[in-house]
């Protein structure tokens, strides 16, 4: 079985009309904050964000798959003192587009950087925010299960014949709850705050993120030989880990250096690595490397 990862060096919105309709099954992608990373991708203006970010999303919307998820980690930086609205613009403007806004993760970041502001803690989350084009798709929530924890111990242990039948809320909200259903059961699902710490080594990018974070997406929203997309590769994250975990990828950015770096680093031990016939240019020429990875 043949696991296979596509290098376009170039820009973003132009390498992604080379992808086929409906051929992506996971996009998870981290761009450019607004008015960050200028040495690298020239800072986009946060008033100008979102009329930058609409053809990409476009483009993105065409190649997903109807069963398909979009993850986007993305966060406010602060204007004068005020959080930045571009954000939400954005989640309204892509609703427009024809994205269904189906959920929001937070990153909640175990080892986010200190310091102090006079009006303002330090930032220790960021937002995760999952589109999809369709209210039904691909969901493996199984393979994101989490341990019972310590609390099923005592809570557990001798139930009250309230505990044993479905209970309405004593709130009034029209919920109810059978927690004699949680017996003999070891893992339970997990919530949609993500504790991970960010990534401390060098991987010669100004904003990787940890392995685990595609990593728990990856599980949830694929399976073996589907095909993860990120259209903001920077160090690579993305493919590393869905190589590893034998799926096909798919990585755009317009840094030479950053897809040469990725595509060493695509040769694990263990595989075998084949290159295909593809010329590796300057990013003005917007060439695309194609790699085949296989076990």
Same mark, same amino acid.
């Given at each position: ?200 080594? #060098? ?6 993120? &940890? /392995? ?6 990856? @599980? +949830?929203?694929?399976? !073996? ?22 799926? #096909? ?6 840094? &030479? /250096? ?6 060493? @680093? +695509?040769?694990?031990? !263990? ?25």
């Amino acid at each position: 079985m043949e696991i296979t990862t596509d290098i376009y060096l170039g820009d973003s919105m132009e390498q992604l009309k080379q992808l086929q309709d409906n051929s992506v099954d996971l996009i998870v992608t981290s761009p450019p904050y607004a008015d960050q990373r200028k040495n690298t991708y020239g800072g986009i203006h946060h008033d100008k964000y979102v009329k930058w970010f609409l053809p990409v999303s476009e483009q993105l919307l065409r190649v997903l798959r109807p069963t398909g998820t979009f993850i986007l980690n993305i966060k406010e930086k602060v204007v004068k003192g005020e959080r930045s609205t571009y954000v939400i613009e954005l989640i309204l403007e892509m609703r427009k587009q024809g994205w269904l806004w189906t959920e929001e993760f937070i990153w909640h970041k175990k080892n986010c950087y200190p310091g102090k502001w006079p009006n303002r803690f330090r930032d220790a989350w960021e937002r995760l925010l999952q589109f999809n084009k369709n209210r039904k798709f691909n969901m493996y929530q199984e393979e994101v299960m989490v341990p019972m924890g310590e609390w099923a111990n005592s809570r557990l242990k001798n139930l009250s014949e309230t505990d044993k039948i479905r209970d309405t809320s004593k709130a009034g909200s029209g919920f109810g709850k059978n927690i004699s259903n949680w017996l003999d059961r070891d893992k339970a699902y997990p919530t949609n705050v993500l504790l991970m710490a960010t990534e401390c080594n #060098n991987k010669n990018h100004s904003a990787a993120f &940890p /392995e685990e974070l595609p990593e728990w997406f990856i @599980k +949830l929203f694929t399976k !073996e030989k589907d095909t993860v997309l990120d259209p903001f590769m920077g160090s690579g994250t993305t493919l590393i880990v869905s190589s590893r975990m034998r799926r #096909n990828s798919i990585g755009i950015d317009i840094v &030479p /250096e950053y897809c040469e770096m990725v595509r060493k @680093k +695509l040769k694990p031990a !263990e595989l075998y690595l084949f290159e295909r016939e593809a010329a590796y240019e300057k990013a003005e020429n917007e060439s695309s490397c194609e790699y085949t990875l296989q076990r």
